[in-house]
């Protein structure tokens, strides 16, 4: 076989990038690793910058998010058991949309179902070749079945753990990172939210968000100790927690539910440099990885499936190389700054166990003078909301 770009990865930069290059009419093959059902399944993102709301509309995936789609004009931080609310339209004139990671997969993947665009799911030992060369090729086994194409360009949106970024031999890539010593534990219930809003609280017993996905559906997560299993967190558990990290008044206005989904995520930050080698391109998390505090691990894929893209076309339409050159230096510069804001907002909303009673009082002058400054709320809305393109 052969096509012009294989892509390895069908979350949200595989599926962005297949979807961008369809309609520009280059050719491109999506091989992932797991099922359909699986991929759709992972419960992840929830906030979708306006940049990215509106690339996903432009390339004709914008419809049921905007229908569906909450739009938020602000967030609220709690501390000190009060409520902040910082109205981040009013300070940038921009917004964000609630609406799910899982949706937007969905979206896309009906999308390139209807195109009739050709996805492998389960591709086991997916491996790029000779991308230092003219003539790269990608292999991969299929129920038992050996199979190759040759490409012109691979596309590595397989995640933390997939194999493009190792793929690169040691020595060509550079790693800086950064471990934070507890996780996320979150929820889905079916139940309307504490707020209409965010609250990213910052309590003594640690950290907590109230989120959601729709009216009736929200999506809670508390600081948890990193080595905790779900199965130490019932139900009951979780909910008491939350409220005990919450002011008396959001508190009052949870409404608890079963869940139906639980799970626990680890905190990092990571990034790789460059973000090409030859032929072979990183893009998304299977480059970098932010913890997920400022909401910005799907954002930071969609911007580089942007410049990556854009890069593409060029290079096929206009036969210039310029943008597949810029693109790693253009997308780490964007990348570097969401990488900053998720380690302050991270340092700015937790509680580490190693934190001296200095620390301790940094962060609280920290939010103090936040929620007392206009220039430091603008800071913070127009990273929330997403820094340009
Ligand atoms: P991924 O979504 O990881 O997609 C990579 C795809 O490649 C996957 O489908 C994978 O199965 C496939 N793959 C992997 N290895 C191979 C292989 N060898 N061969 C073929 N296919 C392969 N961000 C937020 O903003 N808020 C959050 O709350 C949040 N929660 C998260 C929770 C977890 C547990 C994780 C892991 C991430 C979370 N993120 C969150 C980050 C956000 O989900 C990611 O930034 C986003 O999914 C990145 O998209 P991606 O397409 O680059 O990578
Ligand atoms: C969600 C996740 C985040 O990391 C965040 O900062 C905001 C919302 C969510 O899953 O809804």
């Known amino acids: 076989t052969r096509t ?28 992932e690793r797991k099922s359909k059902d699986y991929v759709l399944a992972r419960v992840r993102a929830g906030v979708l910058e306006q940049g990215t709301v509106d690339l996903l509309t432009a390339v004709g995936v914008g419809e049921r998010l905007a229908q569906d789609g909450l739009v938020h004009h602000g967030i609220s931080l709690c501390f000190d058991s009060s409520l902040h609310r ?3 339209t009013a300070l940038t004139g921009k917004a964000v949309t609630v609406y799910g990671q899982t949706e937007v997969t969905r979206d896309l993947m009906e999308a390139r179902e209807a195109y009739g665009a050709k996805t492998v799911y389960e591709a086991d030992q997916v491996t790029p070749h000779d991308f230092a060369g003219d003539r790269p090729r990608v292999t991969y086994v299929k129920d038992g079945v050996a199979h190759e194409i040759a490409c012109d360009f691979i596309a590595g949106c397989d995640g933390y753990h997939g194999v493009s970024r190792d793929s690169v031999p040691a020595g060509a890539l ?19 939210p504490a707020d209409h809003e965010l609250i990213y609280a910052n309590s003594p017993r640690g950290f907590a968000l109230c989120s959601m996905r729709s009216t009736h559906r929200s999506r809670y997560y508390v600081q948890c100790p990193i080595d905790d299993r779900v199965e130490d967190w019932p139900d009951q558990r979780f909910w008491d927690e939350l409220r005990l990290r919450l002011d008396p008044v959001s508190a009052a206005r949870v409404t608890t539910g079963p869940s ?12 790789a440099e460059p973000l090409r080698f030859g032929r072979l391109f990183l893009v998304g998390d299977a480059a970098h990885i932010v913890p997920p505090t400022g909401a910005k691990g799907l954002n930071l894929a969609v911007s580089d499936v942007r410049y990556l893209s854009e890069a593409l076309i060029e290079h096929y339409g206009e036969q210039s190389d310029a943008g597949l050159d810029a693109y790693s230096g253009r997308a780490l510069g964007r990348i570097w700054k969401a990488v900053r804001f998720s380690w302050w907002m991270t ?11 200095f620390d301790q009082r940094i962060q609280e002058a920290d939010l103090a003078y936040l929620v007392s400054s206009k220039a430091a709320m603008t800071s913070l809305s127009e990273n929330y909301v997403g820094l340009p393109h």
């Open 4 to 31: 012009q770009v294989v892509i390895i990865g069908s979350g949200p930069s595989g599926l962005l990038l297949g979807q961008i290059l369809d309609r520009a009419g280059i050719d491109n093959i999506v091989l």
């Open 86 to 88: 910082i109205d981040m």
């Open 174 to 192: 550079t790693t800086y990172e950064r471990i934070y010593p507890f996780g996320w534990l979150g929820i889905l219930a079916e139940v309307p």
């Open 260 to 271: 139906f989904e639980k799970s626990i995520a680890p905190l990092r930050s990571f990034v």
């Open 347 to 357: 340092t700015m909303l937790h509680r580490f166990p190693q934190a001296t009673s």
